[in-house]
């Protein structure tokens, strides 16, 4: 899981989601068996960017936009 606080450029996002696919197919993922990452945005305009970026992957990613504020690093 990958807590976004900040709002990054759409290419910081791409790379982002390329390398949690990489990492899925490969020997280590295997090995591992990371199935899915979950992204959970703070900011509505960080969900849409994720949530554009890794619709192409299907079920390997969960994206959630959450209204809550982090106060002292507790959600």
């Known amino acids: ?14 790379d982002k989601v390329n ?3 990489s990492l899925m197919r490969s020997e ?7 199935k899915q990452v ?3 945005c703070l900011k509505k305009p960080c969900f849409e960017a994720l949530s554009k970026e890794t619709r192409i992957f299907g079920s390997l990613f969960r994206v959630e ?5 982090v106060n002292d690093g507790v959600a």
């Open 65 to 69: 936009y959450s209204v809550q504020e």
């Open 19 to 21: 390398f949690y696919v």
């Open 28 to 34: 280590v993922g295997r090995t591992t068996k990371l």
């Open 1 to 14: 899981m990958e807590l976004e606080i900040a709002q990054k450029s759409k290419i910081r996002y791409r």
């Open 38 to 40: 979950r992204f959970v």
